[in-house]
């Protein structure tokens, strides 16, 4: 096989790649090349067009190729390609962190820059563990996270998170000391629930059952995503969230909200804590921060927590933790740009207006054959297909597959379709998106 698959690439030409999370012999006997972007589009190496229904990797918010910035990245880059932050520091590192605290929920207003949203993870769940150290609580060092988590793939990540496929290779090089709350998919009570579902709230009081039998003086933090994305889009049931918070404030245990994909938009909101008027100590964010053009995450902590660390000498390192590339300067000028793309189109807030046709539209697909449940939020939605028997996954692969043929990018987990298109969508852009979908379900068998 040594066929063109375009002007500069040959299929042999594959094989030095090691594809994260792909079936790599299957994607390299047939592969899906992306060539280039603009707004709601990608254009495959071929030249056809595919319409965006996931931001990418729910990252590219503001739709692709903003020449806005574009043009910041390229005059960062010739002013100063790199600085340290070491004992250094550079303005627009300043200006960025400030800009992010004054959209944050109130409080949490120090940011620490990291490269993605598995270092953000493992930064937040750091910071809590010596938080708590420096506060005099040395004990609380366990951490709580919960089944179907996703926060990324570190090895604090994978700990906290519970999706069985990143964690069961690394079984005995897992954190110590981490338990779980069940997750809150429920189909059998919430199928086919528009918005938050109804049913589960009381889920959230098996974190009472885990502090019962570890103690609160052993636990430093409980680390949920507000709506997880990547084990197939779950949904916090009303007043779930509400009462995580009443209950690790009852018991002196901070609360990490993962806001890796929901930060930026994604909820009608800059960031799903003010959607759902809950208040985290500690929040990671990645992905949107930049628009997914330069890799970056950040960190807010409350100020309680940040000042926690303000103590004993002043010529001492607070806190021993940090990134070469932490507050990259052309990632914080990616980042200011991306703000300043958000607030001058109104995109943080544009989900909370597109929510009501998106809600019509993803739950229309109710009904086509296999479907056994559609979920939506803002702009997240799910369709869930029943699985084959004994081939779970293949079938919302087949679908993913196909969609993509039809000029139509969609995610598959599981058995899961999930969407999360740029906040740039438009309306009849929604409607294009779901009515391939649907037509593509239709057809799979
Ligand atoms: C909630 C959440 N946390 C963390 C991550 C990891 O982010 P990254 O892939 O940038 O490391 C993701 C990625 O999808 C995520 O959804």
Request: charged share 15%; glycine share 10%.
């Given at each position: 096989?040594?066929?063109?698959?375009?002007?500069?690439?040959?299929?042999?030409?594959?094989?030095?790649?090691?594809?994260?999370?792909?079936?790599?012999?299957?994607?390299?006997?047939?592969?899906?090349?992306?060539?280039?972007?603009?707004?709601?589009?990608?254009?495959?190496?071929e030249g056809r067009?595919?319409?965006?229904?996931?931001?990418?990797?729910w990252c590219v918010n503001a739709g692709h190729g903003r020449p806005e910035i574009t043009a910041a990245v390229t005059r960062q880059l010739s002013t100063m390609e790199y600085a340290p932050t070491f004992q250094m520091g550079h303005p627009i590192a300043f200006e960025l962190a400030s800009r992010l605290a004054a959209l944050a929920p109130p409080g949490l207003d120090r940011v620490f820059f990291t490269n993605s949203g598995s270092e953000s993870v493992d930064t937040a769940l750091k910071?809590?563990?010596?938080?708590?150290?420096?506060r005099g609580?040395?004990?609380?060092?366990?951490?709580?996270?919960?089944?179907?988590?996703?926060?990324?793939?570190?090895?604090?990540?994978?700990?906290?998170?519970?999706?069985?496929?990143?964690?069961?290779?690394?079984?005995?090089?897992?954190?110590?000391?981490?338990?779980?709350?069940?997750?809150?998919?429920?189909?059998?009570?919430?199928?086919?629930?528009?918005?938050?579902?109804?049913?589960?709230?009381?889920?959230?009081d098996d974190l009472e059952?885990?502090?019962?039998?570890?103690?609160?003086?052993?636990?430093?933090?409980?680390?949920?995503?507000?709506?997880?994305?990547?084990?197939?889009?779950?949904?916090?049931?009303?007043?779930?969230?509400?009462?995580?918070?009443?209950?690790?404030?009852?018991?002196?245990?901070?609360?990490?909200?993962?806001?890796?994909?929901?930060?930026?938009?994604?909820?009608?909101?800059?960031?799903?804590?003010?959607?759902?008027?809950?208040?985290?100590?500690?929040?990671?964010t990645a992905k949107g921060l930049t628009n997914g053009a330069i890799p970056m995450g950040a960190v807010f902590s409350h100020r309680k927590v940040h000042d926690a660390f303000m103590q004993g000498p002043e010529h001492l390192v607070e806190l021993f933790h940090g990134y070469t590339y932490s507050a990259h300067p052309v990632a914080c000028a990616a980042a200011l740009a991306t703000l300043d793309v958000y607030a001058s189109e109104g995109l943080l807030e544009r989900a909370a207006t597109l929510a009501p046709q998106w809600e019509d539209a993803v739950h229309s697909l109710a009904g086509l054959p296999h479907v056994v449940d559609v979920r939506n939020f803002g702009l997240i939605g799910a369709v869930e297909l029943e699985s084959r028997a004994g081939k779970p996954g293949t079938r919302a692969f087949d679908v993913f597959l196909r969609c993509f043929e039809r000029g139509i990018m969609v995610r598959q987990t599981g058995d899961t379709i999930a969407l999360s298109p740029p906040l740039i969508i438009a309306p009849q852009e929604i409607t294009r998106l779901v009515e391939v979908l649907g037509s593509v379900l239709r057809e799979t068998a």
């Open positions: 096989m040594n066929a063109k698959l375009s002007p500069d690439l040959a299929h042999e030409d594959l094989d030095a790649f090691w594809m994260p999370f792909t079936a790599n012999r299957q994607f390299k006997a047939n592969p899906r090349l992306l060539a280039r972007a603009s707004g709601m589009h990608y254009w495959t190496a067009q595919v319409l965006d229904g996931v931001a990418g990797l910071i809590a563990i010596a938080y708590q150290r420096a609580q040395s004990g609380k060092t366990r951490l709580i996270g919960r089944e179907k988590g996703y926060h990324g793939v570190g090895f604090g990540g994978i700990s906290v998170g519970g999706i069985v496929n990143n964690r069961k290779a690394f079984a005995t090089a897992m954190l110590p000391g981490v338990d779980h709350l069940p997750h809150t998919l429920d189909i059998a009570h919430n199928a086919y629930s528009r918005g938050l579902p109804h049913w589960g709230k009381h889920l959230a059952r885990l502090i019962a039998l570890h103690d609160a003086s052993t636990i430093a933090a409980v680390i949920v995503e507000p709506i997880s994305g990547s084990a197939g889009v779950i949904l916090p049931p009303v007043g779930y969230l509400q009462r995580l918070r009443e209950i690790c404030d009852k018991n002196d245990i901070l609360l990490i909200f993962d806001e890796v994909i929901t930060g930026f938009g994604r909820t009608g909101k800059p960031f799903a804590a003010q959607t759902f008027g809950v208040t985290p100590d500690i929040m990671t």
